[in-house]
């Protein structure tokens, strides 16, 4: 049985996303149990590599639109030959920088839903740069969900210590309350419990948090969004077999002794989960994209345009999102 092919998106060229893909391609006991092809500049890979001391890719192969995945039996880099290598600047917001690592994504999209390749695993991306290529999008996820056919989907982050899956995620505070219904809590409960049987491989239990301070105190605190939205939601979950509870205040859903009491804790907007998710895990945590027909998963850093290309960035969550795109392409 051939290993899965997971393609690498190298992310914003100005950010620390090359050097990552070249640290995850120097060791194989990093990719383990499959094969990594990296969607990149072989240029700009070139030069980091020459400026860090890394090794350089050995194995690089052209882009085009009828590349045979299959047929790249090792670690390996297709060159888009995207960027004008020896004139970029590194830790800048660029729109060339954009649009190569937009051009990343699409190919790597097509790739996946073509059957070519197994599962995606992306870097960072800059939105101000990926604005400045004219490409509206508030990140990856909605990217990722509208090429694929405007699926349901919802953004989970996952590590050993903690994992979070979000009702809203890329929209000011003032948003949210608005986007909080009932049925967008149920389908991001139902999309939690699909993804964690295939990783806890049973039935998980959730939790599920409150939006307002202390869980609304029964109506005290906001406009009754746990009475109203959460807890209905919360309830039909319940009928429909999940194990689930909440919503708990979001302040102490958190501490250690709840924590391995739940696989899951559903989170009602980005901050609410990522801040304790990357106070606990920032090195390992791995964000990956619910509902969609493909693999795809990322680091759960950004670009760090402020150590770029000076041998800084550390390689472990790249490591954990190609080992998380490897198990979910294989169940």
Same mark, same amino acid.
């Given at each position: ?10 992310? &914003? ?20 149990? /499959? ?5 990149? &500049?072989?240029?700009? =890979? ?26 790249? &039996? ?22 060339? @920088? ?27 991306? %800059? ?22 056919? %405007? ?5 989970? #982050?996952?590590?050993?210590? /903690? ?47 409150? #939006? %307002? ?66 106070? #606990? ?5 791995? %964000?990956?994209?619910?509902? /969609? ?6 680091? &759960? ?9 000076? @041998? ?11 080992? /998380?795109?490897?198990? =979910?392409?294989?169940?």
């Amino acid at each position: 049985m051939s290993l899965p092919r997971i393609i690498v998106t190298m992310g &914003d060229p100005g950010g620390v996303g090359p050097e990552v893909c070249l640290r995850l391609l120097s060791d194989p006991a990093q990719y383990e149990g /499959l094969v990594p092809v990296v969607f990149g &500049d072989a240029a700009i =890979l070139g030069r980091v590599a020459k400026q860090c001391g890394f090794p350089s890719v050995k194995q690089v192969v052209p882009f085009s639109e009828d590349l045979d995945l299959q047929a790249i &039996d090792d670690a390996a880099l297709v060159d888009f030959s995207n960027v004008a290598a020896e004139a970029f600047q590194p830790g800048q917001v660029t729109s060339e @920088g954009g649009e190569a690592c937009y051009q990343y994504i699409m190919r790597a999209i097509d790739f996946a839903l073509a059957g070519k390749a197994d599962g995606i695993a992306t870097g960072p991306i %800059n939105k101000e740069a990926l604005h400045a290529a004219k490409h509206f999008y508030p990140g990856h996820t909605e990217i990722f969900i509208e090429r694929c056919g %405007n699926h349901a989907g919802c953004m989970m #982050l996952t590590s050993p210590e /903690l994992t979070c899956s979000f009702v809203t995620t890329h929209v000011g505070y003032a948003e949210v309350p608005q986007l909080l219904t009932i049925e967008r809590i149920g389908e991001v409960i139902d999309l939690t419990v699909a993804a964690m049987r295939k990783i806890r491989r049973r039935e998980p239990r959730l939790l599920v948090c409150g #939006l %307002n301070p202390h869980a609304g105190e029964h109506g005290l605190f906001g406009n009754q969004e746990e009475e109203r939205i959460i807890t209905p939601a919360v309830e039909a979950a319940r009928q429909r077999g999940v194990h689930i509870d909440g919503p708990v205040p979001p302040d102490t859903a958190f501490l250690a002794e709840r924590r391995p009491l739940y696989d899951c804790v559903i989170c009602m907007y980005h901050d609410q989960g990522h801040i304790p998710l990357k106070a #606990l895990a920032f090195d390992v945590a791995v %964000n990956t994209t619910l509902g /969609l027909p493909i693999v795809r998963t990322s680091v &759960d850093h950004g670009t760090a345009f402020d150590i770029a290309w000076q @041998g800084k960035a550390k390689v472990s969550s790249m490591v954990q999102a190609v080992r /998380l795109a490897r198990d =979910l392409a294989s169940k």
